[in-house]
């Protein structure tokens, strides 16, 4: 490599570094059957007890022992890898199960698999404008990387209406051609505001231009409606959705993607899209061990009043303690407002190194600048004790910061 291409990585670098939001990844090993516990790996590799508080294996079905033994069955079963694409020989009855599931799961005709919720998202709205050349993508300005990067792929016409914003969607729909093709794109629950969309709203506004709809529910599917279908099943409307999206990887505890909808466009999806013809399908394990959990989760609605209950538990006791728990939040995720990359990366290390806690910062680009956030996810297992132990860590780092900045 040439020393001036070289010094262009060092620069990309450099920058990052200077604004404090350089990322530092947590090495960490999950204590099976201990979960939310972990033990976090010091550079002299030693280890330190620590406990998660930010991860979206919401209810700690990666560590279900039914899930386990579910992978566990399908690798003595048929070993690792699922040895190709679906097309070549990677298609086995875990695939063909999990997304019969699925697809019961969110009330439609039919399920497709991907390898993640991102390529899933990627894959199928991009795939959508090469089937409609003619397309129009209204996307709501807060959607996930992965729909973003979807549409930014579909040479199609693309508008980004205002989060949320019912008004400024249905002016941005009066500006295509009444007979073209639309597509309302957004997502459930905002996993880094916490809010939710109005679904109902929007899908009144679809049927009124002839728009289609596409709901990620990637941060909802498992944790809300009495099914675990998500926020669409909760409000009574998964019926009015066209494309329901999802993740294997949160709420299930394990990984892959999937979207769900009417028979043939899902068969159309899977006959064209790149990101699902050619790459090697998930592990039939993996697959498996997504089902049981998709199947346990369906029938523990407790574990989701559960989850509310210690959301809506920690946030009360944030607000107690003064701390600044973003309004936005109606669901169970719990952002705290930092407003400045560099201190929300010294909140975090001082909650990991002094006091056990880890919850990573979140900062741009995942977030605007000024908006940086402690992002905390309560599980049924974090119980009152590691609140009251969480709460006081976060109020000692938080005073000393002010006091820092006060006397600075
Ligand atoms: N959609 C949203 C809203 C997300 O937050 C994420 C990931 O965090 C994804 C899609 C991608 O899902 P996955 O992690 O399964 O790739």
Same mark, same amino acid.
């Given at each position: 490599?040439?020393?001036?291409?070289?010094?262009?990585? %060092?620069?990309?670098?450099?920058?990052?570094?200077?604004?404090? =939001? $350089? =990322?530092? #990844?947590?090495?960490?090993?999950?204590?099976?059957?201990?979960?939310?516990?972990?033990?976090?790996?010091?550079?002299?590799?030693?280890?330190?007890?620590?406990?998660?508080?930010?991860?979206?294996?919401?209810?700690? *079905?990666? *560590?279900?022992? %039914?899930?386990?033994?579910?992978?566990?069955?399908?690798?003595?079963?048929?070993?690792?890898?699922?040895?190709?694409?679906?097309?070549?020989?990677?298609?086995?009855?875990?695939?063909?199960?999990?997304?019969?599931?699925?697809? *019961?799961?969110?009330?439609?005709? @039919?399920?497709?698999?991907?390898?993640?919720? $991102?390529?899933?998202?990627?894959?199928?709205?991009?795939?959508?404008?090469?089937?409609?050349?003619?397309?129009?993508?209204?996307?709501?300005?807060?959607?996930?990387?992965?729909?973003? %990067?979807? &549409?930014?792929?579909?040479?199609?016409?693309? =508008?980004? #209406?205002?989060?949320?914003?019912?008004?400024?969607?249905?002016?941005?729909?009066?500006?295509?051609?009444?007979?073209?093709?639309?597509?309302?794109?957004?997502?459930?629950?905002?996993?880094?505001?916490?809010?939710?969309?109005?679904?109902?709203? &929007?899908?009144?506004?679809?049927? !009124?231009?002839?728009?289609? +709809?596409?709901?990620?529910?990637?941060?909802?599917?498992?944790?809300?409606?009495?099914?675990?279908?998500?926020?669409?099943?909760?409000?009574?409307?998964?019926?009015?959705?066209?494309?329901?999206?999802? /993740?294997?990887?949160?709420?299930?505890?394990?990984?892959?993607?999937?979207?769900?909808?009417?028979?043939?466009?899902?068969?159309?999806?899977? @006959?064209?899209?790149?990101?699902?013809?050619? /790459?090697?399908?998930?592990?039939? @394990?993996?697959?498996?061990?997504?089902?049981?959990?998709?199947?346990?989760?369906?029938?523990?609605?407790?574990?989701?009043?559960?989850?509310?209950?210690?959301?809506?538990?920690?946030?009360?006791?944030?607000?107690?303690?003064?701390?600044?728990?973003?309004?936005?939040? /109606?669901?169970? &995720?719990?952002?705290?407002?930092?407003?400045?990359?560099? =201190?929300? !990366?010294?909140?975090?290390?001082?909650?990991?190194?002094?006091?056990?806690?880890?919850?990573?910062? &979140?900062?741009?680009? +995942?977030?605007?600048?000024? +908006?940086?956030?402690?992002?905390?996810?309560?599980?049924?297992?974090?119980?009152?004790?590691?609140?009251?132990?969480?709460?006081?860590?976060? *109020?000692?780092?938080?005073?000393?910061?002010?006091?820092?900045?006060?006397?600075?």
């Amino acid at each position: 490599m040439r020393q001036e291409d070289a010094a262009v990585f %060092e620069g990309a670098v450099e920058a990052i570094k200077d604004e404090g =939001r $350089y =990322r530092v #990844f947590a090495d960490i090993k999950r204590e099976k059957g201990r979960f939310p516990h972990a033990r976090l790996r010091l550079p002299d590799g030693s280890e330190k007890p620590i406990v998660v508080w930010c991860s979206n294996d919401y209810l700690g *079905q990666g *560590q279900h022992p %039914e899930v386990i033994a579910a992978l566990h069955a399908a690798v003595e079963d048929v070993g690792a890898g699922s040895g190709g694409t679906r097309n070549i020989s990677g298609t086995t009855s875990y695939h063909v199960d999990l997304e019969a599931e699925l697809a *019961q799961l969110h009330g439609k005709e @039919s399920a497709l698999l991907f390898t993640s919720g $991102y390529v899933s998202n990627e894959a199928t709205l991009s795939t959508l404008a090469k089937l409609f050349p003619d397309l129009w993508i209204f996307s709501d300005e807060l959607n996930h990387a992965s729909m973003i %990067e979807g &549409i930014r792929r579909a040479k199609c016409e693309k =508008r980004v #209406f205002r989060h949320n914003d019912l008004q400024s969607l249905e002016s941005l729909l009066t500006e295509a051609p009444p007979g073209a093709p639309k597509l309302i794109a957004f997502e459930s629950v905002y996993s880094m505001d916490g809010d939710t969309a109005p679904i109902a709203d &929007i899908c009144d506004l679809a049927e !009124k231009y002839g728009a289609m +709809t596409y709901l990620d529910e990637v941060h909802g599917v498992g944790l809300y409606g009495q099914g675990g279908g998500g926020v669409a099943e909760r409000d009574g409307i998964m019926h009015r959705v066209d494309f329901i999206e999802g /993740t294997l990887a949160k709420a299930f505890g394990v990984m892959g993607g999937y979207v769900t909808g009417p028979r043939a466009a899902i068969d159309a999806i899977r @006959s064209t899209a790149p990101g699902f013809i050619f /790459t090697t399908s998930l592990a039939p @394990s993996i697959a498996a061990a997504a089902l049981e959990s998709v199947r346990l989760v369906r029938r523990c609605p407790h574990m989701r009043d559960r989850l509310a209950e210690r959301a809506a538990k920690l946030k009360a006791m944030f607000k107690a303690a003064g701390l600044p728990v973003m309004e936005s939040s /109606t669901t169970h &995720i719990v952002p705290l407002l930092v407003g400045d990359a560099a =201190r929300c !990366k010294r909140i975090s290390d001082a909650l990991l190194y002094d006091h056990g806690v880890y919850v990573q910062p &979140i900062n741009f680009p +995942t977030v605007p600048r000024g +908006t940086e956030r402690l992002r905390f996810t309560p599980s049924p297992f974090h119980d009152d004790a590691l609140m009251e132990a969480l709460v006081a860590a976060v *109020q000692a780092v938080w005073t000393r910061e002010d006091l820092v900045a006060s006397a600075a």
